[in-house]
């Protein structure tokens, strides 16, 4: 990857703390290209206007701008029709809207949804309360001691009442890729649906659910490159036909009576109110962007830099890294000895490094790695490996500053 990728992120071209600025939590969000900052600042300064409404020129330019996002999401995740894609706020309302959408109807009690322990809170919570309030049985496909999990072991956990499968297509903590396709057709022979998280995995590889025969695929714009607060569900036709809103009010209905009211056809009958306008402008141009430089290639980029990372990581003696060597993606999570991990976080902000301290939003997973917290380095397209030489010198002396400060 080249300097002049780099170069087109502003924020990272400024000094923090007295030192120049590494970025290595985008996992938690990425940074904005200046195309993207730039697209959302022109559709407010020259095209604004509520958009399916209005048959003035703004409304029009609006509406071919919201619904040309939609099309390149459907075209960039390889669904069939931009009727499978709902523009939502992020992953995390994507994925609670299955739940309480497509949920209540197709688990009853008995039944069983089946998810991981290393999910991230928001593909965990939703199914945990479905299985409360239906008094379904969550169960859980086992983790391998190095964090994997196996086809066999998902064989051996979905059965013939198993009604939903959910899991992430990659863990946001343990750095590996999950065989969604194969889970897939275990689901699938035993008539349950599958639902992907999907925040981890579009930003860094060709992702194609049809491929994956996945049934839902939810993702998040800011991870992406993209703006804050704008995500898409792409669900399979069949199944978004059955589904009710939970959301009611403008832009959705097609005719409201006294007494009852019909909904508009997909995906709109799910996009109440006045929608995320300038949020699927950014959402866009962040696919415009990416597919620019390619999505292998950024791919080729991360697991080059991640290898380079563990390698450099397990010079520093006492540091201790979490999931299977040979990353799959950009992304190390480790502790340094006994030293807690925000104040490790602390330390290298000191010194312009930011990093993410904490449970990753995966309770259930620190549990099962018998920790509290953790540290996480997360790479995307626009590191180096001078940021990851950056890091480790940080971190050596972080350690030596608490040796001493203990001693």
């Given at each position: 990857m080249?300097?002049?990728i780099r170069e087109q992120f502003p924020i990272l071209n400024q000094n923090v703390n007295g030192h120049p600025l590494v970025y290595l939590d985008s996992a938690a969000t990425s940074q904005k290209p200046r195309q993207v900052i730039e697209a959302i600042k022109a559709y407010y300064e020259h095209d604004n206007s509520n958009v399916h409404r209005g048959v003035h020129t703004l409304g029009s330019r609006a509406t071919d701008a919201y619904e040309g996002a939609r099309e390149k999401v459907a075209r960039f995740i390889g669904a069939k029709s931009t009727k499978e894609i709902v523009f939502t706020r992020g992953t995390t309302t994507a994925l609670n809207l299955v739940a309480s959408s497509y949920g209540p109807s197709a688990v009853g009690e008995g039944d069983e949804i089946v998810v991981t322990q290393m999910e991230h809170h928001?593909?965990?919570?939703?199914?945990?309360?479905?299985?409360?309030?239906?008094?379904a049985t969550l169960k859980f496909i086992p983790l391998q001691k190095d964090g994997r999990i196996t086809v066999e072991d998902?064989?051996?956990?979905?059965?013939?009442?198993?009604?939903?499968v959910a899991i992430a297509y990659v863990s946001n903590v343990m750095?590996?890729?999950?065989?969604?396709?194969?889970?897939?057709?275990i689901a699938h022979r035993h008539g349950a649906v599958i639902v992907v998280d999907g925040a981890q995995s579009t930003p860094h590889m060709k992702v194609d659910v049809q491929d994956l025969d996945c049934d839902f695929y939810a993702l998040s714009a800011h991870k992406m490159c993209g703006p804050t607060g704008i995500g898409a569900l792409y669900g399979r036709r069949a199944l978004l036909e059955k589904m009710e809103p939970?959301?009611?009010?403008?832009e959705m209905i097609d005719d409201v009576g006294l007494y009852d009211s019909t909904w508009k056809e997909l995906p709109w009958k799910f996009e109440g109110g006045t929608p995320i306008i300038a949020g699927a402008v950014g959402l866009g141009a962040a696919i415009d962007f990416l597919e620019e430089i390619g999505m292998d290639e950024i791919h080729r980029h991360e697991i080059k830099l991640a290898a380079y990372a563990e390698q450099r990581l397990s010079e520093v003696e006492g540091l201790t890294i979490f999931g299977p060597r040979g990353r799959e993606v950009g992304l190390v999570t480790f502790n340094l000895g006994d030293v807690h991990p925000h104040d490790v976080a602390t330390v290298l902000d000191s010194e312009g490094i930011a990093i993410r301290a904490g449970h990753h939003c995966?309770?259930?997973?620190?549990?099962?790695?018998?920790?509290?917290?953790t540290a996480r380095?997360?790479?995307?397209?626009?590191?180096?490996?001078?940021?990851?030489d950056r890091l480790v010198s940080a971190l050596i002396r972080t350690k030596e500053y608490f040796a001493d400060a203990i001693g």
């Open positions: 080249n300097a002049s928001s593909n965990f919570i939703p199914w945990q309360q479905l299985a409360k309030r239906t008094g998902a064989e051996a956990t979905i059965t013939d009442r198993t009604k939903i750095g590996v890729t999950h065989p969604v396709k194969e889970i897939a057709a939970v959301e009611f009010g403008g995966c309770q259930p997973l620190m549990r099962w790695l018998e920790v509290s917290s380095a997360s790479l995307y397209l626009y590191n180096t490996e001078e940021d990851i």
